[in-house]
């Protein structure tokens, strides 16, 4: 049977160890190397127990572990004796970090606990903070100094700054204890083997010494009520003086006490200098010999004044401040830029006021915008002001006001403050991996009694719930596809693993039921912000899975938004189906009039998926949801595919506007009325047109429907027309200038069909192949790189170089640029790129090679990115030289006396690009 561990206590022990272990929130603050000061110190003190004389009794006590915001939370862990080190140290680890710092009371009940027989007594205190409770450990240590026994309190400070070493220091050099600040889990065991090591205390009791009531910091040129521990006479100075210093020069920072009879004023007032540095706060006999010196920092000041906005002239007003409030200072109305002694007659004393900090002063006659200051009592400087208006409208931008700034002070001059606050704890929760991930709405609940009540729920839907928690027990909550509801009961806290996975409720991560692709799933075009036009059903899906991350099959239909009313109804099957983590990839063919294969590339989007639909470097986003169900509106899968609506984007409709038939005036709209040519033979076209005469070229309509005639509004200006219709192999480009009064009718011509070399001279010297006009894109090759591929249409190719270092080292592979403009941007994919970032874009692989994209540049980019990525391809280089030299060569043919043209016809058809 097991029994509980029970010190043996110390028969006429003659001295006696007790431990104060701090467990306030603030413990779960992190040190170096990311680990929290709690589970080093619960190693190291667990270390500590085995390693020092266990034939010294010792006692355990710890504070703020049970409780939130409670100063009484002090609990005696183990009685004074000799205890069990391996139970002492099972106790403490199951202490959670969570409230406040009682250091003087925790004092108070260890020097309760040493025996009655000992002649001498040791307290440890171990903290990594100050006094957070209304008490004085500085008083108690001159306290303890007078007891009955040598009592040393030794301070061990882990992780305190310099400041907060100095503010504990008075509880040491009281009892005669060790100052000790650790910053490691290192320092921290060797400070708490020097304790050990030190001899036990003397009955010889330190100096009494005075001590002041007064925190480790004050604010610059603000007063104090000082009160102190010990005796003085009234003609005994106390005061400032600058760190280290001697009695300074009387001032109101330093003076006498002063009183009436023996003993001195206590409290006494001391103003603290008006510059920030640090300061000794001292007492000085009359003989000149210093009685007490206590370390003071003084911060500088937060003053200002509330808000004021506008007044009326010559009428009064009123308005806050937060000051020093010093005999002789003003507060006065002047004209900004002023001199500090040029001011308004009408001036108030901030002195006579300083208990409401509020007064009224008459605004000045003249309209104007002003500066309410407060001036020095010699009227030289000006220590702070707010402007406002007189007669004027005034608009305050800044936010400050005297709540803030006394706050503000607070924060500076009192201990620590808040540094009980346990740190929030980012944490995540998501569904079993076999569900869908889709955006849910998320809750947690607090469940611990001394936790804020208020529960956790985002304002928006989250595939993976995240956000900061205060530690502790909470009830994460959510509905998932097919009303599945998700529940669990976590535990979050600092330093552990806080991602969550919830399970389906009554059901445990593996019994989570298993979710596939399989069923009916409809593929949405969804249109860019530019163009005009609906989001239309392109095809349907009967995709078949039979378990999760399984294989993916089944069949498409095609719809007649997709080819047109000649392939409506075509059916057919996946060519290749994979799911890649999040990318879902799936590749089929339609034929004519699309005779290459068709690529779907999607990642997950609410219940569905969202990406390309791509063809021979064409594409456009898409939106694949699941059949049976609404899917988003175009609005919403518009932000899905393209982002945010750009800011100029104007509500489109896909109804082309009709002419007003109005007058119109210079730079409004007027009808323009746009045709095909009649060598076409009444075929319709897609419509679109770009401004050309303005810095960015905006693209000023697009139509979705095929029409031969167009009429249209247009503001006057220059405008690249063209008429599209693929299917027929139609191209229409023309530049039209619209005027205000003009004809403006046009009619489109058929572009000339893309070769390099009618554009090579548009984009210079650089620029190895430009393909245009050529749906299909366009078989390029370039010899001395070794770079061939299927070059996008409206694509660019850069010429190839290998880079080459400064001595002439030569690189392996070549390096190009492909670009493209996509809605009024210009796109690029990288081979080869040099210094290459992870942060930049994704790469892909390509032999030896790499082909990288940057991040960010949209739906087009990506497009362009695959289709160059499924033909390129790069064979060895030969040197220049050898391909200058094959380029040059001519062999004679005889052609029998045919035209060159048409047997280059009849070798190569009309291919173009090349």
């Known amino acids: ?80 004796g000799v205890n069990d080190p391996s139970d002492l140290s099972a106790r403490l680890n199951r202490l959670n970090p969570r409230g406040m710092t009682p250091i003087t009371d925790s004092l108070t009940l260890a020097a309760s606990m040493i025996p009655p027989t000992a002649e001498s007594a040791d307290i440890i205190l171990v903290t990594d903070g100050l006094e957070t409770c209304d008490a004085d450990p500085c008083a108690l240590a001159a306290q303890l100094a007078q007891e009955g026994i040598a009592i040393r309190a030794h301070v061990v400070g882990f992780g305190l700054t310099s400041q907060e070493a100095e503010a504990m220091s008075c509880v040491a050099d009281a009892t005669g204890g060790l100052l000790l600040t650790p910053q490691t889990g290192q320092e921290l065991a060797d400070a708490l083997d020097q304790i050990a090591a030190v001899q036990p205390a003397s009955d010889a009791k330190p100096a009494q010494e005075a001590f002041f009531d007064m925190g480790p910091n004050a604010e610059a040129g603000h007063t104090y009520e000082i009160s102190y521990h010990g005796t003085a006479r009234p003609d ?21 006490v002063g009183g009436a009879g023996a003993a001195g004023n206590n409290p006494f007032s001391k103003t603290a200098p008006s510059e920030a540095g640090e300061y000794d706060l001292i007492l000085v006999a ?7 010196r206590q370390p003071i920092e003084v911060v500088a000041p937060s003053n200002g004044f509330d808000a004021i906005g506008s007044v009326e002239p010559d009428k009064r007003f009123q308005f806050s401040w937060r000051g020093p409030n010093q005999v002789g200072q003003r507060i006065v109305i002047a004209r900004p830029g002023a001199a500090p002694n040029d001011y308004e007659r009408d001036w108030g004393q901030p002195y006579s006021n300083r208990q409401t900090q509020r007064m009224g002063l008459r605004a000045p006659a003249e309209p104007g915008v002003y500066e309410l200051r407060y001036i020095s009592g010699n009227q030289q400087e000006i220590l702070f002001f707010r402007e406002f208006g007189v007669g004027v409208p005034f608009e305050d931008t800044d936010i400050t006001n005297t709540a803030d700034l006394a706050a503000q002070a607070a924060a500076a001059t009192q201990a620590a403050a808040g540094q ?16 869908p991930r889709t955006p849910l709405w998320w809750s947690a609940v607090p469940l611990d009694p001394d936790m804020s009540p208020e529960a956790w729920l985002p304002i928006s839907e989250m595939i993976v719930g995240e956000g900061e928690f205060e530690p502790g027990r909470y009830r ?30 009554g059901e445990t991560d593996d019994e989570a039921s298993a979710t596939t692709l399989g069923g009916p799933w409809q593929v949405i075009g969804v249109p860019p912000y530019q163009v005009q036009a609906g989001a239309d059903q392109l095809l349907t899906l009967a995709l078949e899975q039979a378990q999760p991350n399984g294989p993916i099959g089944g069949s498409w239909t095609a719809q007649e938004s997709l080819a047109g009313p000649q392939a409506t109804g075509r059916e057919g099957d996946f060519t290749t189906a994979t799911l890649d983590g999040d990318v879902l990839r799936m590749t089929f063919t339609v034929g004519e009039p699309i005779p290459a294969p068709m690529t779907l590339y999607l990642t997950p989007y609410g219940i569905g998926y969202a990406g390309s639909l791509s063809s021979a470097g064409q594409g456009m986003s898409v939106v694949m949801w699941p059949g049976g169900h609404v899917p988003p509106s175009l609005e919403e899968m518009r932000e899905a595919v393209h982002g945010q609506a750009p800011s100029d984007t104007a509500e489109i409709s896909t ?6 038939g109005r007058p119109t005036q210079d730079g409004e709209a007027v009808s323009v009325r746009l045709l095909t040519p009649f060598e076409i033979g009444g075929k319709r076209v897609q419509w679109s047109a770009i401004r050309t005469d303005t810095p960015a070229a905006d693209v000023a309509f697009a139509i979705n429907e095929f029409e031969h005639m167009l009429i249209i509004d247009l503001a006057p200006g220059t405008y690249a027309v063209e008429g599209i219709n693929e299917a027929e192999g139609i191209f229409l480009a023309e530049t039209i200038t619209v005027t205000a009064g003009g004809d403006n009718s046009f009619e489109i011509p058929v572009a000339r069909d893309g070769d390099r070399s009618s554009v090579e001279t548009d984009h210079g010297e650089d620029v190895a192949f430009v393909c245009t006009n050529v749906p299909g894109g366009c078989e390029v090759r370039h010899e001395a790189s070794g770079i061939s591929l299927m070059l996008p249409n409206s694509w660019t190719m850069g010429e190839p170089y290998f880079y080459e270092t400064a001595g002439g080292a030569r690189a392996d592979l070549p390096t190009a640029t492909f670009f493209a403009e996509d809605l009024g941007k210009v796109v690029s994919v990288e081979l080869n790129p040099r210094q290459w970032l992870e942060s930049n874009g994704p790469c892909r692989s390509i032999g030896a090679n790499q082909l990288c994209m940057f991040v960010g540049q949209g739906m087009g980019a990506e497009i362009g990115f695959e289709a160059i990525a499924s033909s390129l391809q790069i064979s060895p280089s030969r040197p220049d030289d050898v391909v200058a030299a094959e380029s040059d060569t001519r062999i004679p043919i005889d052609l029998g006396g045919r035209n060159p043209e048409s ?8 291919q173009t690009g090349n």
């Open 420 to 435: 009980d606050a346990m740190p929030l704890v980012r944490a995540t929760f998501r569904i079993p991996d076999n569900f």
């Open 655 to 660: 109804t082309p506007p009709m002419p007003s």
């Open 286 to 292: 009359y003989d000149g010999s210093i009685i007490a």
């Open 903 to 910: 047997v280059l016809r009849a070798l190569f058809g009309n």
């Open 476 to 505: 994460i909550s959510t509905t998932g596809p097919g009303e599945v509801e998700f529940s669990a009961e976590v535990e979050i806290y600092p330093g552990q693993n806080n991602d969550f996975i919830i399970p389906p409720v």
């Open 1 to 80: 049977m097991a029994a509980f561990a029970v010190p043996v206590a110390a028969q006429q022990t003659d001295s006696a160890s007790i431990l104060i272990y701090d467990a306030s929130g603030s413990m779960w603050g992190q040190i170096d190397g990311g680990i929290t000061k709690v589970e080093v110190a619960r190693d190291v003190i667990g270390d500590f127990f085995v390693s020092r004389d266990n034939a010294v009794p010792l006692g355990v006590i710890a504070y703020g572990h049970n409780r939130r915001g409670d100063c009484s939370d002090i609990e005696t862990i183990a009685s004074v």
């Open 236 to 256: 005994s100075y106390a005061g400032f003086t600058p760190r280290g210093g001697d009695m300074p020069s009387v001032s109101p920072s330093f003076g006498v």
